[in-house]
């Protein structure tokens, strides 16, 4: 057996989940026997929610592309490691085996070092899906360097607000990527981006398309001109702390702009392997395809490290599901029979609208397992799924996890568990979810057992709650960059001695978790997180704006869309292009995944006598429940609402 920890039926499914819950060191310490250290731990954990400090496998040594590169080079040098598919399907591809991607890291991380980098500094990737993208990933954990991968489609301004809080002083990008039809130019973004902050010392540019970009003296050089002044490298990994930063990744909460997500190296390699193996039941020489951009968490845990420490080839696709046309991924899985197949319920939702047409020539006969991630998937899209896609042979996952969590915490597992669509299932091993009331007491019947814990396996009264998680796991958040103080307010503080989610949970009889979407200010729009504040505060910048106010509504594709409320110096008509002015400067200020959907303009916000604006009515109106808003007579001033609701868009 390649995976000595891979779970084989049921039944050792919850001996396992059992055993990790009974003793979470002997668990976990057995599982880390089977990747490669430097050193081993003297500790496998330390913890406390209250600071929270937690501390996995202190004391061992460690480099995770020792996992994820070198200890394939004895029997899978030959192997792809990543076959990368362009946007353009009539370009070639590339196929990067164990010795090449290996060789190709070694080499960046000469020019990183060249280029004044060091163990310990920030360094901000700002690339498209391209196999350089996870070669400058992985060489900045071979060096020690922390990552900060920002995704291409935000904006100039969230990355000068990364490169701050980050502090970094390197970036990483290309001339520009492929979106389908569209070319986005990435380095006139940087070069922007990098009129609002003065930390960058250099820009190493990976020439993709071939376009013209600026290149300023001294601070912007090519990634190829550099990689061609390497004679030779010194093969061997920095050699990490266990506890020491793998990466940060930026995500919207509640309040206040993103935060940095902190996850640190021997944690992370273990959880996002343990899981990746256990979720999919990967085969050793199965052919593995996230569709998730690595400038998200699913791309990092899923595309990159999970799958090249579990030794599997991994599929990169630069394009969209739908360029040239909406079969793109089901050629894709046919051209190099993918084995699994990993997306989000809104690709599948925007693929179900071109109806089976596009289907009628595929095979998808490769494919044995299905995976979804990144919001609630509907019935109706996971039926479609598993008829059109899966033939009704593959077992869907349900993976419900999150930026902080780094790893998959409920799902089932592919042929082991079973599915029931639209519910994430079980936990994992060595995950307690509790559901908690407002005051954060169990919900009835939430403690089964005896040590508190609902046993899976167990039934119960069906019960809903605030999701929230009892016990530390592997790859749980560390921190928030530079404040810390901030992950305790946001994830540690609002239940005493428990890790809230944010998000909402049901639980059936038997057992299996419903996540029913956020409790708090944060919207899922097409799989992303966003904050209605964060948009609020970009909608503000736009100069007639007075005040906003931002909620979700359910959409079909989307999942939730973003509707606006604001209130204009000028009055409350669109009189000289308003709309398309606040739009833009969400745009300008965040990205085009952030620009609201809908767009009305009010004299005033239905608020409280102590100012606080009402969001639960302006949800209630975007929703288009409007006979059902409650008591409204705490307001301080009614009328508005009837205004709001006549106005309606
Ligand atoms: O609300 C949950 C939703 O996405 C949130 C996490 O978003 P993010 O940190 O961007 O990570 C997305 C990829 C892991 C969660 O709080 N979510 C994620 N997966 C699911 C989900 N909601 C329901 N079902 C899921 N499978």
Known sequence: MSFPYQIQSFDHYLTEYKKSIDHPEKFWGEVAEHFVWKKKWDKVLEWNFKEPRVRWFEGAKLNITENCLDRHLADKADQPAIIWEPNDPTLPNRILNYRDLHGEVCRFVEVLKNNGVKKGDRVCIYMPMVPELAIAVLSCARMGAIHSVVFGGFSAQSIA??????QCRIVITADGGNRGPKDIPLKATIDEALTKTSRIQKVIVFKHLGNTVNMQAGRDVWWQDEAKKITSTDSRAESMDAEDILFILYTSGSTGKPKGVVHTCAGYMIYTTYTFVNVFQYKPGDIYFCTA???WI???????????????TTVMFEGIPTYPDAGRFWNIIDKYGVNIFYTAPTAIRSLMGFGTDPLKDKKLESLRVLGTVGEPINVEA?????????????PIVDTWWQTETAGIMISNLAGISQGKPSYATLPLPGVIPLLVDEKGLPVAGSDAGKDGVFHPGAKGEPVSGNLCIRFPWPSIIRTTYGDHERCRLNYFATYPDLYFTGDGAFRDAEGNYRITGRVDDVLNVSGHRIGTAEVE??????????????VGYPHDIKGQGIYAYVILQ??????????????KMVNKVIGAIAKPDKIQFVSGLPKTRSGKIMRRILRKIAEGEMDNL???????????????????L
Do not use: F
């Not at 607000?161 to 980050?166: F, K, L, Q, V, Y």
């Open 161 to 166: 607000d990364r490169i701050e809080d980050a």
């Open 293 to 295: 951009d690595v400038g």
């Open 298 to 312: 699913t791309g990092h845990s899923y595309t990159i490290y999970g799958p090249l420490s579990a030794g599997a």
């Open 382 to 394: 996971w039926h479609w799924y598993d008829e059109h896609i899966g033939r009704g042979r593959c």
């Open 537 to 550: 505060n970009a909608i503000n910048m736009y100069p007639d704006v007075v005040e906003s106010a931002v």
């Open 570 to 583: 000028s009055g409350h008509a669109n009189q000289g292009g308003e709309k398309e002015g606040v739009s």
């Open 630 to 648: 409650g008591d409204i007579s705490t307001l301080t001033d009614p009328g508005v609402v009837e205004e709001i609701k006549a106005g309606r």
